[in-house]
């Protein structure tokens, strides 16, 4: 600081020396290459903005938006952040109506005794697999869950009318038989001398068959290095344009967000009808259940633009459905080889169908053409209950409700009907498609059900046992039922356990021989299990009680009922879940309750702690019967049956 002090004061504060009769410099003097410059400048930038400007309005004369248009992008932007559905592959999304062969139907030989007879005729037999976390329409009508009547409509209609029971035949017949079993008798039976043969015979016999055995010896050097015909498979020469595909992605490109726009997708859809055997196209398209003006119109289209009209086994029919307030209308048709497209059409403003391009292929019908259920982004706000998806899965494929409540007591035992569905979950069922002919709203004969739950997938057969009941088992022969129900009153609420305790008439401590399940006086009281009612009256002590002996020497007890149940009496016979009683408070009771107990071999046990044994297991000819009917209906399910699949029916989802 002190040198630039001198440094100032050495310098002074005279003017500066200006030579060559130059002049000071004036402040206030403007540059005229600086003017220039900033000049042209300024002409540049605004040239360079007025083209970006004019290129951005692309000739449009208003540079605002209207106001009515405006509105509409703003409402469909604020519907598209609200939305739960995550982005799909096109900005109006094909929706598929099911998988291709989500609704198979096959043509069996089945074997039905009608007296002393058998008689063998062709039985038609659907399978379904019904994804259940679909976003299916509220307009079903169903009960409300009640988990007294899960149980107590489990009376067997088949035990009851046993003629009904139909059996797979292993061989394909085209006609209906008639057969009967007789004895045959021995003395009908007349050996003659001349059905044996000679020792002389026998020996011309052998040297008439020599001759005709090759005994050369196999040269191995004249045997082929590569087995010629193992290229025979082949479905065509390989050249060039079998290279994947490539997908050329543009950079520094903008991809604005998708606005997903409901109201133009949910009124289209598209049906997978792939061929199993050489058919027409008509045929298809009504073994596929549509019918009407437009299947016969793009019939007579296909048949035009393919040369033929008829497709070979292996080709694959995709369809789009516009659905309308009228009625479904069929406007897009292409034809698969596979997975190889070969012909598209589609309808025009003139209503004409004209050829066009192949349609684009969204991930769900990729999954459909690989033949599994396309998983459905469902929001999980809207993920149903089991028991309502059940309902309205059948419903949403023209099935009764009956179909539905057999399904429903099949899986009460081992799935919670009021838990959540995720979207794995999935039924499969394997159906007797009944005769509407002969029998209106028939309900469908349950063969077969798969369950797949999370990661744990459940398979029920339905078999008829020589003891004339029906039920539901396991791949093992095991019944799918529990063998005791350990809550014998559906709504009930547990209030006493097992064990001593305080009476509370009484007023002293005694052995609590069984357990109370308190609930609304007159709530219905079910039997725990199969079994004959052994006691059905007024015990001191117990009031209203009945007892129901079952196998292996157990034996279950209701007491303080406030009534019993119409038919019910000793003697009796009543299925698990059947209605025996009614809540009350008759005997040594304080409020109305049902005391449960159970006995095995004499002695009373803990209801909530001993161990069941598994249901009833199917032993000697029923278990190997059952196993010839489970592998047949495996066999025909995976495609391997004899009986091959005759026709494909997808479902008319009328509210896709």
Excluded at 427 to 437: H, M, Q, R, T
Excluded at 604 to 611: A, L, S, T, Y
Aim: with cysteine; charged share 25%; aromatic share 8%.
């Amino acid at each position: 600081m002190k040198e630039n002090r001198h440094l100032i004061k050495d310098l002074g504060q005279q003017p500066a020396l200006v030579e060559n009769g130059r002049r000071q410099p004036d402040r206030r003097q403007i540059s005229a290459r600086w003017l220039a410059g900033t000049v042209l400048t300024g002409l540049t930038s605004c040239t360079l903005m007025g083209v970006a400007l004019f290129a951005a309005l692309d000739g449009r004369e208003q540079l605002s938006l209207p106001q009515l248009q405006l509105a509409q992008i703003e409402t469909l932007s604020i519907e598209a952040k609200e939305s739960d559905e995550g982005k799909v592959d096109r900005i109006a999304q094909t929706l598929p109506r099911q998988t291709f062969d989500d609704r198979r139907r096959f043509d069996l030989s089945i074997m039905q005794k009608d007296g002393e007879r058998e008689v063998i005729r062709t039985q038609p037999f659907e399978l379904v697999r019904m994804a259940l976390a679909e976003d299916r329409p509220e307009k079903y009508k169903y009960p409300a869950f009640n988990a007294l009547t899960i149980f107590a409509n489990k009376t067997s209609k088949e035990e009851i009318k046993p003629e009904t029971n139909l059996q797979i035949y292993g061989a394909k017949i085209e006609s209906e038989i008639s057969l009967r079993n007789i004895d045959l008798s021995q003395d009908t039976i007349k050996n003659h001398a001349s059905d044996t043969l000679s020792s002389d015979e026998i020996e011309k016999s052998i040297r008439a068959s020599g001759l005709l055995l090759d005994n050369n010896i196999l040269r191995v050097a004249a045997l082929n290095y590569i087995d010629p015909e193992q290229f025979n498979n082949l479905q065509g020469s390989i050249n060039l344009s079998d290279v994947p595909d490539v997908r050329i992605i543009q950079e520094n490109v903008s991809i604005s967000p998708r606005i997903v726009n409901e109201e133009s997708s949910e009124g289209y859809s598209e049906d997978l009808i792939p061929f199993r055997k050489k058919q027409t196209f008509i045929d298809a398209l009504n073994d596929a259940n549509y019918s009407g003006e437009d299947v016969i119109k793009i019939s007579e289209a296909l048949s035009k633009f393919n040369g033929s009209d008829a497709l070979n086994a292996g080709n694959v029919l995709r369809i789009g459905i516009e659905s309308k307030p009228s009625g479904d209308h069929l406007v897009r048709a292409s034809i698969y080889n596979g997975m190889h497209h070969e012909i598209s059409i589609a309808l025009n403003d003139q209503g004409h169908f004209v050829e066009s391009t192949e349609p684009e292929m969204s991930q769900a019908l990729k999954t459909a053409f690989e033949g599994g259920v396309p998983l459905t982004n469902v929001a999980a706000s809207k993920l149903l209950k089991v028991y309502d998806a059940i309902y309205r899965a059948v419903l949403s494929y023209d099935m009764p409700q009956e179909t539905a409540q057999q399904l429903i007591n099949v899986l009460a035992n081992d799935v919670d009907l009021q838990s959540t569905v995720s979207s794995t979950d999935m039924l499969e069922v394997f159906y007797a498609v009944p005769d509407k002919d002969n029998k209106k709203d028939a309900e469908p004969e349950i063969r077969f059900v798969s369950a797949t739950f999370g990661d744990v997938t459940r398979k029920y057969y339905r078999f008829h046992s020589q003891d004339g009941t029906v039920d539901f088992y396991d791949s093992e022969g095991r019944s799918s039922k529990q063998f005791l129900l350990r809550k014998p009153v559906p709504n009930g609420r547990f209030t006493s356990p097992f064990g001593p305790r305080r009476h509370p008439v009484l007023g002293y401590v005694r052995m609590h021989t069984g357990v109370d399940w308190a609930a609304p006086r007159g709530s219905p009281i079910i039997a725990a299990g199969d079994g004959i009612i052994t006691k059905a009256s007024y015990t001191r002590g117990y009031g209203n009680h009945t007892e129901i002996r079952h196998a292996n020497g157990y034996v279950t007890s209701y007491s303080h009922q406030n009534g019993f149940a119409a038919n019910i009496k000793p003697g009796v016979k009543v299925r698990q879940g059947q209605i025996i009683g009614y809540v009350g408070s008759t005997g040594l009771s304080t409020g109305a309750h049902c005391h449960f107990e159970v006995v095995v071999n004499g002695t009373k046990v803990d209801p909530m702690r001993i161990r069941l044994p598994d249901n009833k297991s199917l032993k000697g000819q029923d278990l190997v019967a059952f196993k010839r009917d489970r592998d047949s209906i495996d066999s025909y399910i995976n495609g391997q049956g004899d009986q091959k699949l005759v026709s494909v029916a997808s479902v008319n989802d009328k509210d896709s």
